[in-house]
């Protein structure tokens, strides 16, 4: 009797055994949790000195895996780094340079179509933003274009429909509903993207009178007069002294709200607009009034991300599958929040240049790491791909980041990185540049219409990055290094020809010839 029970279980202890090296064979799931223009200022594992808002579930993910502090864009804007995402390319490769006029070319290679090959569920829920229909996806759900916040139309595979609701809510929601009916026979990937904290940064009702009117601290350069830079510094249109609409300042309601969605809405906002009318305040005045209004409904925004970032946590650990999930947080650029007097991106500046990366995966990251290589958006399909064992393209031009979250940093891992910005003039007038960025360097150049300037930014010198130090005698042996990095990236990278003029979105001046990376 004791021999028959010692046999049973020893078998059972096979049986689990075997179930666990199963379970360890399994490819990872991946959960892709994106957000628009979220910038890492806004979030508190990034430890900005204003301490403008606390983002527990964002951070979680940061403290139970790793933190990456140098993520840097390719093209800051919203449509290129998506399909740099999914293609592991340059904008110049994968044809998406704007969101005036690009239409993503579906039908060429993603990450998503290579692992669906390889037995994963795929589906991809939210904002999409790339003119042409998802490919490569078991389940798609999408918002047209930009969508809206509130109550949002969607593209369910095809169908028009309606939601009701916080679009932030409505798309965690659909999220989670695909995650409980997915094939729970097969590793997943769930891209599940979000509209906010895009402008006109529309908060949740919820979240209306969420910071008590705070006054927030003020960037140091919130009033840059851009003394000696190059005229495409100075000559925008995305400041908050210049470029505020009454959608931005909530004079105007966020469009298609229920009766009861503007009532509060106006509860809230009317008191403090008649207070601005009477008051009429102007100059710095005026810009403060519109950087505490913008900061409010901003990081409100954020506020919605992170709450339903909470939710996908949870579900996560409800379900016992936190340990093979890796989740991914990032956004498709940074977003200045007043810095030089600015909202948006576009600019290869710090603040635009650097989205936020934070990764979680148990079975694999130790708690607390943090990175400070350069790593990019043309990194992740690379990484997506060789976490699930999928061979990675040779023509894919990033690299596999599972090496630095084994904490092991390769030899050979980049020392700069190359950025293109095309999109011209509208909507911000933000000329064309293009540069190499390094751990301290960056070397830029505007071109077109009717610019051609060189700057040199030095963050070690000058972190706030508003002095050009490319005619300083001190800096010759410097710029002539980094005229060199310039060309031999642009040659890796494969951009040795003039962009089409398309790629400016617009017919308004000749792109035909870009200036060569060479400047006496």
Request: aromatic letters at 12%.
């Given at each position: 009797?004791?021999?028959?029970?010692?046999?049973?279980?020893?078998?059972?202890?096979?049986?689990?055994?075997?179930?666990?090296?199963?379970?360890?064979?399994?490819?990872?799931?991946?959960?892709?949790?994106?957000?628009?223009?979220?910038?890492?200022?806004?979030?508190?594992?990034?430890?900005?000195?204003?301490?403008?808002?606390?983002?527990?579930?964002?951070?979680?993910?940061?403290?139970?895996?790793?933190?990456?502090?140098?993520?840097?864009?390719?093209?800051?804007?919203?449509?290129?780094?998506?399909?740099?995402?999914?293609?592991?390319?340059?904008?110049?490769?994968?044809?998406?340079?704007?969101?005036?006029?690009?239409?993503?070319?579906?039908?060429?290679?993603?990450?998503?179509?290579?692992?669906?090959?390889?037995?994963y569920?795929?589906?991809?829920?939210?904002?999409?933003?790339?003119?042409?229909?998802?490919?490569?996806?078991?389940?798609?759900?999408?918002?047209p274009?930009?969508?809206?916040?509130?109550?949002?139309?969607?593209?369910?595979?095809?169908?028009?429909?309606?939601?009701?609701?916080?679009?932030?809510?409505?798309?965690t929601?659909?999220?989670?509903?695909?995650?409980?009916?997915?094939?729970?026979?097969?590793?997943?990937?769930?891209?599940?993207?979000?509209?906010?904290?895009?402008?006109?940064?529309?908060?949740?009702?919820?979240?209306?009178?969420?910071?008590?009117?705070?006054?927030?601290?003020?960037?140091?350069t919130?009033?840059d007069?851009?003394?000696?830079?190059?005229?495409?510094?100075?000559?925008?249109?995305?400041?908050?002294?210049?470029?505020?609409?009454?959608?931005?300042?909530?004079?105007?309601?966020?469009?298609?709200?229920?009766?009861?969605?503007?009532?509060?809405?106006?509860?809230?906002?009317?008191?403090?607009?008649?207070?601005?009318?009477?008051?009429?305040?102007?100059?710095?005045?005026?810009?403060?009034?519109?950087?505490?209004?913008?900061?409010?409904?901003?990081l409100?925004?954020?506020?919605?991300?992170?709450?339903?970032?909470?939710?996908?946590?949870?579900?996560?650990?409800?379900?016992?599958?936190a340990?093979?999930?890796?989740?991914?947080?990032?956004?498709?650029?940074?977003?200045?929040?007043?810095?030089?007097?600015?909202?948006d991106?576009?600019?290869?500046?710090?603040?635009?240049?650097?989205?936020?990366?934070?990764?979680?995966?148990?079975?694999?990251?130790?708690?607390?790491?943090?990175?400070?290589?350069?790593?990019?958006?043309?990194?992740?399909?690379?990484t997506?791909?060789?976490?699930a064992?999928?061979?990675?393209?040779?023509?894919?031009?990033?690299?596999?980041?599972?090496?630095?979250?084994?904490?092991?940093?390769?030899?050979?891992?980049?020392?700069?990185?190359?950025?293109?910005?095309?999109?011209?003039?509208?909507?911000?007038?933000?000329?064309?540049?293009?540069?190499?960025?390094?751990?301290?360097?960056?070397?830029?150049?505007?071109?077109?219409?009717?610019?051609?300037?060189?700057e040199l930014?030095?963050?070690?010198?000058?972190?706030?990055?508003?002095?050009?130090?490319?005619?300083?005698?001190?800096?010759?042996?410097?710029?002539?290094?980094?005229?060199?990095?310039?060309?031999?990236?642009?040659?890796?990278?494969?951009?040795?020809?003039?962009?089409?003029?398309?790629?400016?979105?617009?017919?308004?001046?000749?792109?035909?010839?870009?200036?060569?990376?060479?400047?006496?």
């Amino acid at each position: 009797m004791l021999n028959r029970c010692l046999a049973l279980g020893l078998l059972l202890s096979t049986f689990a055994l075997a179930g666990e090296c199963r379970a360890q064979q399994r490819p990872p799931n991946i959960l892709f949790l994106f957000s628009d223009d979220l910038t890492c200022q806004a979030i508190s594992a990034y430890g900005d000195k204003r301490q403008l808002l606390n983002t527990p579930n964002m951070d979680r993910i940061g403290h139970e895996g790793m933190r990456f502090d140098r993520c840097l864009v390719t093209n800051s804007i919203c449509g290129p780094s998506r399909a740099t995402i999914l293609t592991g390319k340059y904008s110049h490769l994968n044809g998406f340079y704007n969101n005036s006029n690009s239409r993503f070319d579906s039908s060429q290679q993603t990450f998503p179509k290579l692992l669906q090959g390889a037995g994963y569920s795929t589906a991809v829920i939210g904002k999409w933003h790339l003119m042409s229909d998802p490919t490569g996806f078991d389940y798609w759900h999408i918002l047209p274009g930009q969508g809206i916040y509130y109550n949002p139309p969607m593209n369910d595979q095809g169908k028009p429909v309606k939601h009701s609701g916080y679009t932030t809510d409505v798309i965690t929601d659909l999220s989670l509903e695909w995650l409980k009916n997915r094939d729970k026979s097969k590793p997943f990937l769930l891209m599940s993207q979000h509209k906010a904290p895009h402008r006109e940064w529309a908060p949740a009702v919820r979240h209306l009178g969420w910071d008590q009117d705070r006054q927030y601290p003020e960037p140091e350069t919130l009033f840059d007069d851009y003394h000696g830079r190059s005229k495409a510094v100075s000559d925008h249109d995305m400041g908050l002294d210049r470029t505020f609409t009454d959608l931005d300042a909530k004079f105007r309601p966020s469009p298609n709200m229920t009766p009861e969605q503007l009532k509060a809405w106006n509860t809230y906002y009317e008191p403090r607009n008649e207070a601005f009318q009477k008051a009429k305040p102007t100059g710095k005045d005026l810009v403060r009034w519109r950087y505490n209004r913008y900061m409010h409904d901003y990081l409100a925004c954020v506020k919605a991300v992170d709450e339903n970032i909470g939710r996908m946590l949870d579900y996560l650990d409800s379900e016992g599958l936190a340990e093979n999930t890796i989740v991914v947080c990032s956004s498709d650029q940074g977003f200045f929040l007043g810095e030089h007097g600015w909202f948006d991106k576009r600019w290869i500046f710090e603040e635009s240049l650097r989205t936020p990366l934070l990764v979680r995966w148990p079975a694999v990251i130790k708690p607390g790491g943090v990175s400070s290589s350069i790593v990019s958006l043309v990194d992740f399909a690379e990484t997506f791909l060789d976490v699930a064992g999928v061979p990675i393209p040779a023509d894919m031009q990033g690299h596999s980041l599972l090496p630095l979250f084994k904490g092991q940093t390769p030899a050979d891992w980049r020392k700069s990185l190359y950025y293109h910005y095309y999109e011209f003039p509208v909507p911000h007038r933000v000329r064309p540049h293009y540069g190499v960025i390094t751990d301290r360097y960056k070397l830029i150049h505007y071109y077109k219409p009717d610019v051609d300037d060189w700057e040199l930014l030095d963050r070690q010198a000058d972190p706030l990055e508003v002095k050009n130090f490319y005619s300083d005698p001190a800096y010759a042996e410097t710029v002539k290094e980094l005229h060199a990095e310039l060309d031999r990236l642009r040659k890796e990278v494969k951009e040795t020809d003039a962009p089409p003029r398309a790629a400016y979105g617009n017919q308004s001046f000749e792109g035909e010839q870009l200036p060569g990376a060479k400047k006496d």
